[in-house]
Structure formats: structure tokens, C-alpha cells
């Protein structure tokens, strides 16, 4: 939940907090730094965060510096709590006090805190500096605190010690360990962070440092003593936390994927040097060429093995070796063994399929589709015009066409691949439809209507495209105006204009699984809130026996439907991150979105009103909504 004047908007930093429903803390929702360098965060950027969700409480300064250093080490910061409120007592209920300085990490068995019962009532705060009553708030707030997979209570004391090495984090009604160990590169290296003091402000021993390494099973021979100790020096010395490599493996080196390198023969002639690739992904490129007996269409570069490294605990790192590129000869084709070389055995047009390169039948135009030829319809095999498609003219093939030119305001159909090494210039009346993918230069009020992939180079403007696959751009890649619908997702350089122009971008649907989830949550929460109106009203000091018995029913069912609720958002959370993860259902804009763009997907819209640099565009289930990192 944040303040009513928040539009939700994360700082240029990529951070956005988020204040809890109860708001009495603040956590991270989301960080993504838009630079790919996790040090680039500053307390200026949490404290314009703050500022931004109306914040009034200060925090701790020392806790958002150990944020910051988390972030800097690479280790995840998402859902950490920055600052909370004073959560208020009640009189003869226990509540958790903590025995020791949180800016300060804990070791294994240290005692974080213990129970104490408040003599009397005592109001809280909010993060907005409000008061908060003990009697404003339900019975769940008064119970005992929960202990996280960190820590552990402890039979003899009675209080909570930790489980390792880390920083407490202390969450209204949770309190926890977060380990301050990173382990990272397939477990070959782990990254620390040393502090000056000790949850009990004692200068740190390198002792309990070694120990806690010891602890986690880490092999002697891979712990790196001078690192550790030059960074406990710096940090008694400086008073301020070290990040170091605490463990050093040896990684694997895994072998290098097969791949299979054009010849220069068939580079596209009239397509920008940015959209060109040596290594191409044949699956996707629509590389078409007329060539002569004997040409060589390419090389087959053969994967290579990997080399086994070993982690920070003694285990083998398998190297995994290369995958071969999977692609081979195909009809008059002829591989040769000693080189890798793919030689063409006759006259024709080269065609990739998934697997194989061929060279196949053909019907040449070598002028113009024009009065010349009237329309063109082919029964059976593939097409290569050798200049332009003109105005009024259509043009219908089986399989491929390749236009050496462009194509005009004109009606065409193919049954396999569409390349045209120039543009496509319409008026209204014209259209292309195609099977397979269409490729092309550039593209002007266009009507196109795909089954497989649609890519450009320079730009599509005003157009109108439909296509099942995903539109991408590996040159200047500008859409300005127009509506473009992708069902597998979209990635451009530019969206949009300085000039406002409507440009509208649909993406894919929201599975059936995630709306499931969505309309469960709503259920719930709708039974919670009627379930807190309903406690609100009763009187709780003067209930009679069968009263107070049916009170216990009603905190039951809430707990239960508490309990559902976060495990359905930790389902959600968990989508959401493949969401992000996933190359399908985003937009991604590498450069910029320019302020009147649309953009929907999954059926949630946004309208830009801000231009915004390199933004990936995901649906996020958590929050229903779209978001971007």
C-alpha cells in the first residue's frame, strides 16, 4: 500500500518501496538498476523514495546503509524492510524485545531478543508519524511474534538466537536472520560482508568470522584468510562494513555452443550493418538467396568441451560441454566433413528450416511485379522478385518470396517466408499475410498479418501488424503510431515519438492459472475485510461465554483466510518473477518510450505519460497490473 498522492512510479534509480497494509513498515518492492550495476544506489535514492510515498518517521540511518552494502555485494534487497513503526503495547500481553544494536550482525547462537510483559498500555506509531492505539488494532497484532528460517527459539532462555552469521531484520510481528554470506558463480565464490562490531557492539574476531564459515561446511583449502583479514583491518580501521570474497573456488569453464557462420554470399544487401550477424540463429532468420552450383552457403562450427571447476565445499563443478548447432544438409546440399563447409550442389534459392539448409525450385521475376507481369499466383513452390511489388498488384506463392526492392500498396500472400530487402510503402488498400515470418527494412502504413515473426530494421510507422510470433528489431528499431499486436512479446529501440504520437502495443493474455489465483485473492480479501468489520463492532471486554466462543471462530476463520492469502501472494510473487524472467509476454524497449504510447498486456493497459530509457515491460499477477524493471 503506499500514500493516496503516490502514483506508484519507481525513482530513475529502479527502486520502489512500498509501505505495508497496516503501515507500520517499509519494504523493498521491487529494485532494478537501470545501469546493471547494483552499486549505483545511494541513501539519496531511499531517502527520495521515502519522501515519494510521504514517509514522516525517519529511519535509521545505519540499517539503510546495511541495505545499500547488500545491494552493492549483489545480493537481492527485494522484500528486506527498511524502517518500521513503534508497534503498540498492551497491557499484560508479551511482546518481543530485541537485546542488541540492529545496525550489527548476529553470529550462530547469539541471543537476538526474549519476551517481556508490558506493564501497561501504550500507543505506537505508524511510518506517517500517526498515533496508533493498542485498541485500533486486531488480536493477531498482539501474539507472539513469528521466527523465521534464520533464527530459532531457544528451550533454555526462552528467547530467539540466531541460526549463522547475518543482520537481524525485525518486521512488526516477525523477526529474522539475513545471512550476510552470498554464495555465487555455480557456488564458486562467496562474497561477505565485514562489519566493525557485533550484535553486542564488541569489536569483531576474525575467530567467529572463520567459524561461521566452518558452520556452513566450506572447505578449508577455498577460504581466502588474507581477503578476510585485510577487510576486518579496513573495517576496525574505518569504523564502516568491507565487502570481500570470503571463499574462492574454481569455476567451470563450459564449453562453447556449436554455431553456424553465414558466408558472405548470402548477407542481405540492403538491410543496415546492425541488423546483420555473423553467427545467425537459422531458426530465425529469413536469409534468402538465388545462387549458382557450387556456392558456399556457410560453415558449421563444431561445439566444444567443457572443463570440470570445483566449488567453495569441495564439490565438483561439472563443465558442461557445448550443444552442437543441430543444423545439416538438406536437399542439394552437400556438407564437407574436413571443413564444416555447406556447398550448394545446383541452382536455387536457399532456404533454412529448422534443421537444415536447402536449395530448392524457384520462379524468378526480373524486373517489376507490374503491367508487365499482372498479378502473379504460383500453385507450387517459391517466388524471388528482383525489384518491386507495385501499386494494385498482388502476388500469391505457396511458399517463400524474397523482394530484392519493395512492396507498394499491393495485396501478398505467401505460404512460407516473406524477405524484402527494402521497404513497405502502402496507401490503404494493400496488405501482406504470411505464414511463416516476414522480414523487412522499414515499413509505412502498413497492414501485415503474420503467423511466425515479424522483423525490421529501421522503423514501422502507423502500421497496423498482427502477429502470433513476436515483432523485434535488430537496427534503429523505431515504431511510431500505429497498433502493433504480439502475441510472444516485443522488443524494439524506440516506442513512440517526441511528438506525442499514439502508438498502441497489445501483448498476449492472462493465463487461466494466474486469474484463478487473482479471483481467489479478491474472495479473500473480501471475507477479511466483512471478518475485521465484524470484530470492529463487538464488544470485547463484556462478552458472555458463548460470545467470546464464537469471537475464537471468527479469529479462526481469519487466520485461516490469513494464512491462504499469503500463500496465494507467495504463489503470485513467485509468477511474477517468471514473468520477468520470461522472454515471452514483455516488451522490451532498449533506448526509449516517448509519452503517449499504450501498452498493454496480459489485458492490463498504461498510458505513458513520462518518457522513460532501456524499460522492460512485464505483467505482474502480484498487484494485477503491468510493471517494469
Not at 87 to 103: A, M
Not at 210 to 234: T, W
Not at 343 to 361: M, N, P, R, Y
Request: aromatic fraction near 6%; include cysteine.
Amino acid at each position: 500500500m503506499t500514500a493516496d498522492n503516490s502514483e506508484g512510479i519507481p525513482g530513475s534509480s529502479g527502486l520502489e518501496l512500498e509501505v505495508s497494509e497496516d503501515r507500520m513498515s517499509v519494504k523493498v518492492k521491487n529494485y532494478s538498476p537501470t545501469t546493471g550495476s547494483h552499486g549505483d544506489l545511494s541513501l539519496e535514492d531511499i531517502y527520495a523514495e521515502l519522501k515519494r510515498l510521504d514517509v514522516v518517521m525517519q529511519p535509521v540511518e545505519s540499517i539503510l546503509k546495511n541495505v545499500l552494502l547488500r545491494a552493492w555485494s549483489g545480493s537481492s534487497i527485494k522484500d528486506l524492510t527498511i524502517m518500521t513503526g513503534v508497534l503498540p503495547r498492551k497491557k499484560g500481553v508479551r511482546f518481543f524485545e530485541h537485546k542488541g544494536n540492529l545496525s550489527f550482525p548476529v553470529f550462530k547462537d547469539i541471543l537476538i531478543g526474549t519476551y517481556t510483559t508490558a506493564s501497561q498500555d501504550q500507543s505506537g506509531r505508524n511510518v506517517f508519524g500517526r498515533p496508533v492505539s493498542p485498541n485500533k488494532l486486531g488480536p493477531e497484532y498482539f501474539q507472539d511474534i513469528a521466527i523465521g528460517p534464520g533464527c530459532r527459539m531457544d528451550q533454555q532462555s526462552g528467547g530467539v538466537v540466531a541460526k549463522g552469521y547475518g543482520l537481524v531484520q525485525l518486521d512488526p510481528g516477525k523477526v529474522d536472520v539475513k545471512p550476510l554470506f552470498r554464495i555465487a558463480g555455480e557456488k564458486s565464490r562467496m562474497v561477505s560482508i565485514i562489519f566493525p562490531k557485533d550484535y553486542h557492539e564488541i569489536d569483531m574476531q576474525l575467530d567467529k568470522i572463520l567459524n561461521s564459515l566452518e558452520d556452513m561446511k566450506v572447505a578449508e583449502n577455498m577460504i581466502d584468510y588474507q581477503a578476510i583479514e585485510k577487510a576486518l583491518k579496513n573495517a576496525l580501521k574505518t569504523k564502516s562494513p568491507q565487502i570481500t570474497i570470503a571463499a574462492r573456488g574454481t569455476p567451470a569453464k563450459h564449453g562453447r555452443n556449436g554455431f553456424f557462420e553465414l558466408a558472405r554470399a548470402l548477407e542481405p544487401e540492403e538491410v543496415d550493418d546492425s541488423d546483420i550477424t555473423r553467427r545467425v540463429d537459422f531458426r530465425q532468420q529469413s536469409v534468402y538467396r538465388s545462387v549458382p552450383e557450387g556456392t558456399l552457403l556457410g560453415r558449421i562450427h563444431h561445439a566444444t568441451q567443457g572443463r570440470d571447476g570445483q566449488d567453495i565445499f569441495g564439490n565438483v563443478i561439472t563443465g558442461r560441454d557445448g550443444k552442437e548447432c543441430g543444423l545439416g544438409p538438406g536437399e542439394n546440399v552437400r556438407l564437407d566433413s574436413s571443413t564444416g563447409d555447406l556447398v550448394a550442389e545446383t541452382a536455387g534459392l536457399v532456404v533454412f528450416s529448422e534443421k537444415q539448409v536447402s536449395i530448392i525450385d524457384f520462379l524468378q521475376v526480373n524486373g517489376d511485379v507490374s503491367l508487365s507481369t499482372g498479378n502473379i499466383k504460383l500453385n507450387k513452390g517459391s517466388l524471388e522478385v528482383m525489384g518491386t511489388v507495385r501499386d494494385g498488384f498482388s502476388v500469391r506463392c505457396p511458399e517463400h518470396l524474397i523482394v530484392h526492392k519493395g512492396i507498394d500498396d499491393a495485396q501478398v500472400l505467401a505460404g512460407g517466408n516473406i524477405e524484402v530487402q527494402g521497404g513497405i510503402v502502402m496507401k490503404g488498400s494493400g496488405y501482406i499475410k504470411v505464414k511463416g515470418t516476414l522480414r523487412c527494412k522499414f515499413a509505412e502504413n502498413a497492414s501485415i498479418m503474420a503467423v511466425g515473426q515479424v522483423s525490421f530494421a529501421n522503423n514501422l510507422t502507423n502500421c497496423t501488424v498482427t502477429c502470433k510470433d513476436k515483432v523485434v528489431s535488430h537496427g534503429k528499431g523505431k515504431v511510431m503510431g500505429g497498433r502493433i499486436t504480439a502475441e510472444k512479446g516485443m522488443e524494439v529501440r524506440e516506442l513512440g515519438s517526441g511528438y506525442g504520437v499514439k502508438t498502441e502495443v497489445n501483448i498476449g493474455l492472462v493465463p487461466q492459472s494466474i486469474q484463478r489465483l487473482l479471483n481467489e485473492k479478491k474472495k479473500l480479501r473480501y471475507h477479511k475485510n466483512e471478518i475485521n468489520k465484524k470484530i470492529s463492532s463487538m464488544d470485547l471486554k463484556n462478552s458472555s461465554p458463548e460470545q467470546k466462543k464464537a469471537i475464537q471462530e471468527i479469529m479462526h476463520t481469519f487466520n485461516v483466510i490469513q494464512e491462504r492469502l499469503i500463500k496465494t501472494d507467495r504463489i503470485l510473487d513467485e509468477k511474477r518473477e517468471e514473468f520477468k524472467k520470461s522472454t515471452n509476454l514483455v516488451l522490451k524497449v532498449t533506448n526509449t518510450v516517448y509519452p503517449g504510447s499504450v501498452i498493454t498486456i496480459s489485458g492490463k493497459s498504461m498510458y505513458v505519460r513520462n518518457q522513460m530509457k532501456a524499460c522492460k515491460f512485464f505483467y505482474d499477477p502480484v498487484d494485477d497490473r503491468i510493471s517494469w524493471s
